[in-house]
């Protein structure tokens, strides 16, 4: 049973340009989160969605940010007209059922550059 | 202020015993939770901690639980080289579905 994963990996965008991660949460798991790490500090949320559905999209930024989780395929983080302070890791985290937090399992990160 | 505050750093040798510390403001927690970060990796979930115990063990992990001061711990025993990374502590509260809320992390470096 794969763990989630994320990618890519590693993103380097210039300013103003497109960036979007994907995540495929753990086999059977239909709950994602996704958290930003900013250098040298902690995790904070971003969204929380269920398939097709956001739940809670309160750590959002309100401008060029969105995310989705369609009934097949990935979770995509979309990123757009990026800028210099867009720049670090993003994570997700995926669940079997919403209600204990305990079972979030995270993945490996996408390192995003701004250039 | 932030939700959770932890030290940032933290070194001692190997062998010795290494106690990670945090402080949370919302009493309402429901679960608290340790993750280890290595570099350039994700988030690895250690242990977690109901909100109505006060202690729980896991081999060389201890965690320490005190609700009324709103502060928690982590006791790693017999600390080796391959524990030196970052320690997050987080909590999740009851009316926000199921966000974590974390700390800014400590690290960890463990001395031969």
């Not at chain 1, 709950?31 to 904070?44: A, D, I, S």
């Not at chain 2, 709103?70 to 080796?80: P, V």
């Amino acid at each position: 049973n794969a763990g989630v994963m994320q990618n890519p990996r590693h993103l380097v965008r210039r300013r103003g340009q497109e960036a979007r991660l994907r995540c495929s949460p753990m086999k059977g798991h239909s709950h994602v989160y996704w958290y930003r790490q900013l250098p040298e500090e902690g995790l904070k949320f971003m969204v929380y969605l269920q398939k097709e559905n956001i739940i809670d999209e309160s750590g959002m930024p309100k401008e060029r940010f969105s995310a989705e989780f369609p009934k097949e395929g990935p979770s995509i983080l979309r990123i757009q007209q990026v800028v210099r302070g867009d720049s670090a890791a993003y994570f997700c985290a995926s669940s079997l059922q919403g209600t204990i937090s305990y079972e979030q399992y995270f993945g490996p990160g996408t390192r995003l550059t701004v250039t | 202020g932030e939700d959770v505050e932890q030290s940032l750093f933290l070194s001692v040798r190997e062998g010795d015993s290494s106690v990670i510390n945090c402080t949370y403001t919302d009493s309402s927690s429901t679960y608290l939770y340790w993750y280890k970060q290595e570099p350039g990796a994700g988030l690895q979930l250690l242990t977690y901690i109901f909100s109505n115990m006060d202690m729980k063990q896991d081999q060389r992990l201890t965690v320490l639980l005190n609700k009324k001061d709103k502060h928690l711990s982590l006791r790693i025993a017999d600390t080796q080289t391959g524990d030196s990374a970052i320690y997050f502590c987080a909590e999740s509260l009851p009316n926000a579905g199921n966000m974590l809320t974390f700390g800014g992390g400590t690290r960890l470096m463990v001395k031969p």
